[in-house]
């Protein structure tokens, strides 16, 4: 019979991050793509995989158009996932309710944004989850997903 150092160990090898897409992103390469690029958010997805398998660590991508649902993801990560990675769209600028999600799992949040947006509409330069985040990636176009999953697999180790 194992001991119970080995049982805990045995549990859950590799480490799992959370990627969370908000509002229109699933319109990503038709939506404005002199804003936003011609990448899609299946491009965002391979993307993500490619950069978590690389790391040795999975990746669980979402989007949604519904905050509700992205709510009850963000509660239901807390002791499944070891970080999020989150581009919350518009939420992140309006979204008290998303923010006060984000801290109940206890993980590393990273936040995601394909754009500038300090250099866009005034009010996309205040953000909810950046007071809250472990890092923050902007303007680097979907290559910002990738350095996100890196950090992120560097900050669980």
Known sequence: MPD???LR???RVTSKILVLNGPNLNTLGIRQP????TDTLADVVALCE????GRGVEVD?????????MIDWIHAARGVFDAIVINAGAWTHTSGALRDALVIPEVPIFEVHITNVHAREEWRHHS???PIA???????GIAGYGYAIDRAAD???
Do not use: L
């Open 128 to 130: 909810f989850i950046s």
């Open 34 to 37: 002199e804003v936003y690029g």
């Open 9 to 11: 160990y045995a549990r």
């Open 50 to 53: 490619r950069v978590a398998a």
């Open 4 to 6: 119970r150092k080995s």
């Open 61 to 69: 991508c979402r989007q949604s158009n519904h905050e509700g649902e």
């Open 155 to 157: 900050a669980i180790g």
């Open 134 to 140: 472990s890092g923050i990636i902007v303007g680097c």
